[in-house]
């Protein structure tokens, strides 16, 4: 076997699997924790073995002073691990370690004597512990923080569990990504990370897999579990664990809105659920805010479970910045208050390539990029909000952005990024891909953005489109039409595509107000007046599986309980998309719950 190439640098890390000629420093890859403008000069590099050399040398001299000084940054793996951005030959691994344990509840602190969070004094009475997982109207406001201080860990990955490979890693955060290459195409690998100088010390185990090669033959389908809209506070993440038990997909898309970022209450209370986001008592807006706020989602069972099991792919909304967010500014952020919105959404930026396992790639923070899948289909994935949506509707300006909304000159994902989704979809088409996906969040406001987008699919007759869609907290299944040509809603002639809404993993229907017979009438009424809409269901939280096999893609949509932590769901509507058709299969749909177009 090749000899492992193990270098660390002082503020990011390099890392590949061997090659049968040997390892080259030009294979290496960036850590990939958000780098920063420094990754460009490995000169600036250091050995990691001399660096664990030296720890093990210092933490002998104090075993053997009289100095109560002995080091004992040993890292804790306290948020699991987990994989994101496979190619056929690369993928992120990811974890967090630092020296300590994150006390997630603002009624504990850390103790340095057992290595755990303890209830704080002034939270038990009477020899009764009070920390029951939240805060209380009565609560003190304490500074809970997110330890900064690095330890140096290794990586090890293998087709099985016993873990021959492994190189040390090390980053100027705890939190720690590393771009492996060299691996098989079509591969399932088991992965985790230990201490090098202590290997008692050890991550959880997490298993993640491969690509097929982009222009190889992909006989069986491809599984795909979809997510968005997260909401701690509002409901448990039941939606990540049941595709994690039942382990069916291959992979895991999210679509956005990981995060929130309000104050507990702001936007739903976990008091009395245990699920208080932090910090608590205001909205994030600082880096340590945000990166607070990951460690209190990525603190979730049925979250990690999601991360160990399956490698993600994941692109941004609003929430993980600010609500109703776009290039500029955000319905959520006050200047006066809260600074400016530009240190605001790089702070939030910066703490997202720390926490999600994620493929930088380059150092603006851009997230647009595709995948993939041997010749069945292209995962493109997009931003929607960040870098180049123009003015969006903040609340105060609906009318405004409504009389704008038909400008030629507007765009939603901007013109770069247009240009760049236009063509990947050509050179899909061109190199025999069959399916084609795209994320996208909803098109009002942006009409002329949308056309350019139809005209593209259109003129090249680009096929078996289909768009993957959240946000909006309901479900809703829908042809897409060219709004410049006719359309038949009985056949679904002139459609030259599908998009999938799916609804939420615990933020509220934007008919909860309206109770469950409110929401349910609200569907019916969308799917009567809207000629598009094939099916809608606006009550119910969950998720949906889309297998894509050469004949046809099937979208399986789920409704669950997020009142208590649980494995019960219902399949709540299926659909089939016929290669070549462009529409939704008529005569195939199969829904319990929601309205169905009678056709």
């Known amino acids: ?93 990811w974890t967090r370690a630092a020296p300590r344990l994150v006390c997630i509840s603002a ?72 771009d492996v290459q060299n691996l098989k195409p079509d591969r ?66 999210h679509l956005g809105d990981y995060i929130y970022e309000h104050r507990n209450a702001g936007y739903g209370s976990g008091t009395s659920l245990g699920r208080v986001p932090q910090p608590w008592d205001r909205d994030i807006v600082e880096l340590e805010d945000y990166r607070l706020r990951y460690a209190s989602y990525c603190h979730d069972f049925d979250l990690r479970l999601s991360h160990e099991t399956f490698p993600w792919v994941a692109t941004w909304d609003d929430h993980e910045v600010t609500d109703n967010s776009w290039k500029n500014g955000a319905a959520n952020h006050n200047s006066t208050l809260q600074g400016p919105y530009s240190v605001r959404k790089m702070n939030a930026i910066k703490a997202y390539f720390e926490w999600i396992p994620i493929r930088q790639l380059d150092l603006s923070g851009k ?32 009318a405004l952005v409504g009389n704008m909304s038909t400008w030629t000159n507007r765009t939603m994902e901007g013109f770069d990024q247009e240009w760049w989704i236009k063509d990947t979809l050509s050179d899909s088409k061109q190199r025999g891909s069959k399916w084609r996906g795209d994320n996208f969040d909803a098109w009002n406001g942006y009409v ?33 039409r060219d709004t410049e040509g006719s359309y038949d809603p009985t056949t679904g002639d002139g459609s030259y595509g599908v998009e999938f809404v799916g609804s939420a993993v615990s933020s509220p229907s934007p008919f909860a107000s309206k109770g469950q017979n409110g929401a349910e009438l609200s569907a019916k009424i969308m799917v009567n007046q809207t000629a598009l809409l094939q099916w809608s269901e606006a009550w119910y939280l969950g998720y949906f599986v889309l297998t894509v096999s ?50």
């Not at 990370?193 to 050890?202: C, E, K, L, M, T």
């Not at 993939?372 to 960040?386: A, E, K, Q, V």
């Not at 139809?454 to 299944?477: P, T, Y």
């Open 1 to 93: 076997m090749a000899k492992l190439l193990a270098i660390a640098f002082l503020l990011f890390a390099l890392c590949v699997l061997p090659r049968e000629s040997g390892a080259s420093v030009a294979l290496l890859k960036t850590n990939v924790a958000f780098s920063p403008a420094m990754a460009a000069f490995p000169r600036f590099g250091h050995d990691i073995a001399q660096i664990a050399r030296r720890r093990l040398e210092r933490r002998s001299a104090a075993e053997n002073s009289s100095n109560d000084t002995l080091d004992t940054a040993l890292p804790v793996f306290q948020f699991g691990v987990a994989s994101g951005d496979p190619t056929s030959t690369s993928v992120i691994l």
């Open 107 to 178: 009624n504990e602190v850390y103790s340095a004597e057992t290595r755990t969070c303890k209830c704080a004094p002034s939270f038990t009475r009477n020899n009764v512990s009070l920390c029951v997982g939240g805060t209380g109207p009565d609560s003190p406001v304490r500074n809970i923080t997110v330890d900064s201080e690095w330890v140096l860990v290794q990586w090890e990955i293998s087709e099985d569990r016993s873990f021959g490979l492994g190189v040390c890693l090390f980053s100027s955060t705890p939190t720690h990504a590393v």
């Open 188 to 253: 399932i690998y088991f992965y985790r990370f230990v201490a090098p100088y202590n290997r008692d010390i050890v991550s959880s185990i997490g298993r993640t897999r491969t690509l097929p090669e982009p222009n190889k033959k992909v006989t069986r389908p491809w599984r795909l579990a979809v997510y968005s809209c997260a909401n701690l506070p509002q409901g448990y993440f039941n939606a990540y664990g049941n595709t994690a038990r039942k382990d069916n997909v291959d992979i895991v898309v």
């Open 367 to 398: 997230v647009g990029r595709s995948f993939s899948i041997g010749n069945l289909f292209d995962l493109i994935m997009i931003d929607t909000r960040h870098w180049g949506r123009d003015l969006t509707d903040i609340y105060s300006n609906t």
């Open 448 to 480: 002329a953005s949308r056309q350019r987008l139809i005209n593209r699919i259109k003129d090249e007759k680009i096929e078996n489109v289909v768009i993957l869609s959240g946000d909006i907290h309901s479900n809703w299944v829908l042809d897409i």
């Open 550 to 599: 050469t004949d046809a893609v099937f979208a399986d949509y789920f409704a669950l309980n997020i009142s208590t932590r649980n494995n019960n769901e219902i399949k709540s509507a299926s659909f089939e998309v016929m290669a070549g058709a462009n529409r939704l299969t008529r005569g195939y749909t199969k829904s319990i719950l929601g309205t169905q177009k009678l056709l």
